[in-house]
T-cell receptor
């Protein structure tokens, strides 16, 4: 079955430190991949997405993600975390093709940022 | 920047009652979705809607659920007879295409069934 896994439920980093949030997918073919962020009381905001081509994708707010086919991974990174990055982060995938856009989400990773 | 809006932000209802959750998608979008997130669990796909009909639905989306686009702007999710396990955050989303197109999410409606 198609699935997305985020192994880390909760990550704590210090402000200014680097960040990597992990995401693995299990699909028959490479899906379309997305990272969303949810701040308290807000909807899900798209950070970045990958469809094809360059495996390093740049997004908003200084985030980037790297697609690695050999590892079925799409990890999110940020070189220097700001306190405002504290939120919950969701990795999601869409099978493409005949899919009508159904997104399959990972469990989410809650990011806490210490001053 | 255009955004998806949802009303109400919170709803409390008694088990067995009908609820209607409302969404206003982004105006030029053609594809509409409902997702839900039970507390502590993943965001789950419920249904997608295109060209005035359901295009895909999950196993969760049984006969108790229905969706409608009653006019040119609103998109609703109705739960006919709510159960305790329907308590969740319900997100509406819209996109101007499928597949690789970005889905824009609303802030959600927190539904509590007592």
């Amino acid at each position: 079955a198609q699935s997305v896994t985020q192994p880390d439920i909760h990550i704590t980093v210090s402000e200014g430190a680097s960040l990597e949030l992990r995401c693995n997918y299990s699909y028959g073919a490479t899906p379309y991949l997305f990272w969303y962020v949810q701040s308290p009381g807000q909807g899900l905001q798209l950070l970045l997405k990958y469809f094809s081509g360059d495996t390093l994708v740049q997004g908003i707010k200084g985030f980037e993600a790297e697609f690695k086919r050999s590892q079925s991974s799409f990890n999110l990174r940020k070189p220097s975390v700001h306190w405002s990055d504290a939120a919950e982060y969701f990795c999601a995938a869409n099978a493409g093709g005949t899919s009508y856009g159904k997104l399959t989400f990972g469990q989410g990773t809650i990011l806490t940022v210490h001053p | 920047e255009p955004e998806v809006t949802q009303t109400p932000s919170h709803q409390v209802t008694q088990m067995g009652q009908e609820v209607i959750l409302r969404c206003v998608p982004i105006s030029n979008h053609l594809y509409f979705y409902w997702y839900r997130q039970i507390l502590g669990q993943k965001v789950e796909f419920l249904v997608s809607f295109y060209n005035n009909e359901i295009s895909e639905k999950s196993e969760i989306f049984d006969d108790q659920f229905s969706v409608e686009r009653p006019d040119g702007s609103n998109f609703t999710l109705k739960i006919r007879s709510t159960k305790l396990e329907d308590s969740a955050m319900y997100f509406c989303a819209s996109s101007d295409g499928r597949g690789q197109e970005t889905q824009y999410f609303g802030p959600g409606t927190r539904l509590l069934v007592l």
